[in-house]
Nanobody
């Protein structure tokens, strides 16, 4: 049974940082792609970041480049998203997603498994 469990969300002031974790199980971590997507009220779900765990290659949406950093822990089957310099527009529910046949990292339709999400609220 594939499971993705997000953690680390919360309330943070603008300019602050949060560390999101996606604990995975039920699939071969090292042969998969794991990504983060977010959805704010009234907006479509958008790509944030992902990592090709086969090639250890990270990908970032333009809006978070230079601020967010993604990494995979192969021993713990966990993907971490470190979010720095958070802005009000970063407020959203953040979802972890995984797939074993992802061809386009930023396309949510390419991912097979999804977590329940964790709320990130950036507010002063």
């Amino acid at each position: 049974q594939v499971q993705l469990v997000e953690s680390g969300g919360g309330l943070v002031e603008p300019g602050g940082s949060l560390r999101l974790s996606c604990a995975t199980s039920g699939f071969t971590f090292s042969q998969s792609m794991v990504g983060w997507f977010r959805q704010a009220p009234g907006k479509e779900r958008q790509f944030v970041s992902s990592i090709d765990l086969i090639r250890q290659r990270p990908y970032y949406a333009d809006s978070v480049k230079g601020r967010f950093s993604i990494s995979g822990d192969y021993a713990k089957n966990t993907v971490t998203l470190v979010m720095n310099s958070l802005q009000l527009d970063d407020t959203a529910v953040y979802y972890c997603a995984a797939g074993e046949a992802v061809l386009v990292q930023g396309d949510s339709g390419e991912y097979d498994y999804w977590g329940q999400g964790t709320q990130v609220t950036v507010s002063s």
